[in-house]
């Protein structure tokens, strides 16, 4: 919000001054709160934010500590591309209305919040990141939808003290249908050659940081990650708003 003061006692009267005016509402259900940029006390307990332990790889979070390194069946079956990847939250009930406000309906306020549950998410590795590249939309569905979900969170999380975003140097150049319903292989099959690199020399050697809103089968940034890495990244490794959790939508 445009504040006209800038010293921070004057600024906390502001804000309170307007807290006064506009009631704080709760980010997920618009029920009065008491601070803004929080969740009330029912969204609260019903949103699953993901921490340790956890995949170290893929970040599919587990019931019981296996100890540093345990991996989940699929990392050790077939390793993602990526190195690692963190979500703040569990994808489900509660959590879709956030996600959903943020895709669709223009509630671009969620955004600090929201990153802030992304870089304490990412805490493994955000300290090391050189760069934050959104997972890109192709640019008819940008179009259609005026702004990338994901550039608007990567550029919260740069905003709050992570490192710089390059929006546009990864980029989808075919149009793919959506994810939906398909399984694995297919997901796979769908973003096969989705994406290129506008500057390859901007990558070589960095440790990228892909940002994305929902990871469900991991097949989109996966296949992001393969082309950072031919072009010689570092790292690569993933961080999500949310992620479903297997067996669940
Ligand atoms: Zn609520
Ligand atoms: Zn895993």
Redesign the pocket.
């Given at each position: 919000m445009l504040s006209p003061v800038s010293s921070p006692g004057l600024r906390r009267l502001w804000t309170g001054f307007l807290d006064l005016l506009l009631p704080p509402r709760?980010?997920?259900?618009?029920?009065t709160v008491a601070t803004s940029g929080t969740?009330?006390a029912?969204?609260w307990r019903g949103i699953t934010f993901l921490a340790e332990p956890c995949c170290a790889c893929c970040g599919y979070p587990f019931a019981f500590d296996v100890g540093a390194g345990g991996l989940c069946g699929a990392c050790v079956s077939a390793p993602p591309e990526f190195d690692r990847a963190r979500a703040a939250m569990r994808y489900d009930e509660a959590s879709r209305p956030l996600v959903l406000a943020l895709k669709h309906g223009d509630r671009l306020h969620l955004a600090p919040s929201l990153a802030q549950w992304m870089r304490r998410a990412g805490g493994a590795f955000m300290g090391e990141a050189d760069l934050l590249v959104p997972v890109p939309l192709h640019w008819t569905r940008l179009f259609a939808r005026r702004y990338n979900q994901a550039a608007v969170l990567a550029l919260a999380i740069a905003k709050a003290g992570g490192p710089p975003v390059s929006a546009d140097c990864l980029i989808r150049r075919r149009r793919t249908p959506p994810q939906g319903r398909k399984n694995a292989a297919a997901r796979r099959r769908n973003v096969a050659g989705a994406f290129a690199l506008r500057r390859p020399a901007e990558i070589a050697g960095k440790h990228i940081v892909l940002i994305d809103d929902v990871l469900t089968t991991g097949a989109t940034v996966a296949e992001c990650a393969r082309v950072l890495k031919r072009a010689g990244a570092a790292r690569v490794e993933v961080l999500a708003l949310a992620r479903t959790v297997r067996g669940e939508a």
């Open positions: 709760c980010l997920s259900c618009g029920a969740l009330c029912t969204c």
